[in-house]
């Protein structure tokens, strides 16, 4: 049964369309790569899921609920969490503080001694345990990087948005990060991943899907999709002789 569709989704900006009737499904537990050039739609779409922005044409379903054009906190509350393109902490709290705000504040609404137990499972998760008291401010890029994915899992999603969360990481630390979001899919976890490291996406995603100009051109394997002459000539600019 799917956990989320997506029936033509559109959102248009004066006379730019941004996200050009895009349609897809996923199932509960599936991993799925977000893939394109800059500026084909991939961080927009994210943005009509997760309720940041409403579509201008289309549905968005969401554990068979019809989401589309609610509220970003509705959303949540149904089970959508998510990451930033850039990292969004709360750098004067400490790590725990940064998580708690989102156990109380999210789907299930916690008091502040579960909330504790909550954000203190998702940094031991995230690969922060031991870490709760500092400063988040202290933090190096790749646990800033920790710290907001705890966030995003202390609301206990059924989905998790993960918008180029790998990007920037050493490759130490990308390797780490891949075992990590692969341990999430492992306890049958949701997850989309805007990506442009295909190095993680071949590793963690067995579908994906390729956005260029806000249309969808491409949805299967990803070992075929990265290998289809319309993706390419996306990402390269080549003529399409088609």
């Not at 996923?26 to 084909?40: C, F, V």
Request: charged letters at 20%.
């Amino acid at each position: 049964m799917s956990i989320l569709e997506i029936h033509e989704a559109t959102r248009i900006f004066g006379g730019l369309t941004a996200v050009n009737k895009v349609s897809f499904a996923m199932e509960a537990g599936e991993i799925l790569g977000l893939l394109g050039p800059n500026g084909s739609g991939k961080t927009t779409l994210l943005n009509l899921l997760s309720g940041a922005l409403a579509p201008s044409a289309g549905r968005i379903v969401i554990g068979r609920r019809d989401m589309t054009g609610r509220k970003p906190n509705i959303i949540a509350r149904q089970g959508v969490a998510r990451t930033f393109q850039l990292v969004r902490i709360l750098p004067s709290l400490t790590l725990e503080e940064n998580v708690i705000v989102s156990a109380v504040f999210g789907r299930n609404r916690h008091d502040k001694e579960a909330a504790r137990r909550i954000a203190r499972a998702a940094l031991r998760d995230a690969g922060l345990e031991g870490m709760e008291t500092c400063s988040a401010g202290d933090l190096t890029y790749l646990d800033q990087k920790r710290l907001e994915l705890a966030r995003a899992l202390a609301a206990e999603p059924d989905i998790l948005l993960m918008d180029e969360w790998l990007a920037g990481l050493n490759p130490t630390e990308l390797h780490e990060a891949v075992a990590l979001v692969r341990a999430l899919s492992g306890r049958g976890m949701t997850i989309i991943m805007v990506e442009h490291i295909m190095e993680a996406v071949r590793a963690l995603c067995p579908r994906s899907i390729v956005m260029n100009a806000g249309t969808l051109i491409a949805d299967g394997p990803t070992a075929n999709v990265l290998n289809d002459r319309h993706v390419v000539a996306a990402y390269l600019g080549e003529a399409d002789d088609a």
